[in-house]
């Protein structure tokens, strides 16, 4: 049984551009949650998706954005890319309404 | 434990010591919070959970205690190992459990080194 998978695991991007980074939930989860990690700081929510919509948003601009597919799988996208969006993305998975998330290993993103 | 500075509080313990890892919580209304593990270059790893009705809960080799009433949470590991050193976190769910409204919000974390 796959956990919860993200692609890519590294990126380097530069000032202004744009990203998208793509999540596989744990199998039989519907929920799918992320969060920006910085260096040495706990990982912060950005927002959560459930039957393809955002249910809760975290304090991110709307720079961030993402979107749910049928199969429950989920995008993260980051337009205008700043230097402090630098850090590791972490995706997270669960069912419904259970609090207990399931992360992924996350991708490290790099803005230069 | 837990603290608002900039540096991530580090805890150094013998192999086979015991090791407790200190969390104060923000939100009185929480009513579950749950431990994980970090280790360099992967994802938060789940230890063990507790809701707010209980005081106490053990799996493992692991304890979690909660004391509502000063907001603290303790993640106690009993005979540490070299593969027990990583970052811990604590994480409480800030909204309401059993619906779409959740989330849990992470502390800053501890770093664990147990020295063999």
């Known amino acids: 049984d796959a956990g919860v998978t993200q692609s890519p695991t590294h990126l380097i991007k530069t000032r202004g551009q744009q990203v998208t980074l793509r999540c596989s939930p744990k199998s039989g989860h519907d929920t799918v949650s992320w969060y920006q990690q910085a260096l040495g700081q706990g990982p912060q929510f950005i927002f959560q998706y459930y039957e393809e919509e955002e249910r809760q948003r975290g304090n991110f601009p709307d720079r961030f954005s993402g979107h749910q597919f049928p199969n429950y799988s989920s995008e993260l996208n980051v337009n205008a890319l700043l230097l402090g969006d630098s850090a590791l993305y972490l995706c997270a998975s669960s069912p419904q309404g259970r609090e207990k998330l399931f992360f992924g290993s996350g991708t490290q993103l790099s803005v230069l | ?116």
């Open chain 2, 1 to 116: 434990g837990e603290s608002v500075g900039l540096h991530l509080p580090t805890l150094s313990v013998q192999e086979g010591d015991n090791s407790i890892i200190n969390c104060a919580y923000s939100n009185s209304a929480s009513d579950y919070f749950i431990w994980y593990k970090q280790e360099s270059g992967k994802g938060p790893q789940f230890i063990i959970d507790i809701r707010s009705n209980m005081d106490k809960r053990q799996g493992q080799r692991v304890t979690v205690l909660l004391n509502k009433t000063v907001k603290h949470l303790s993640l106690q590991i009993a005979a540490t190992q070299p593969g027990d050193s990583a970052v811990y976190f604590c994480a409480e769910n800030i909204g309401e459990s059993g619906g779409s409204n959740y989330k849990l919000t992470f502390g800053k974390g501890t770093l664990l080194t147990v020295n063999p």
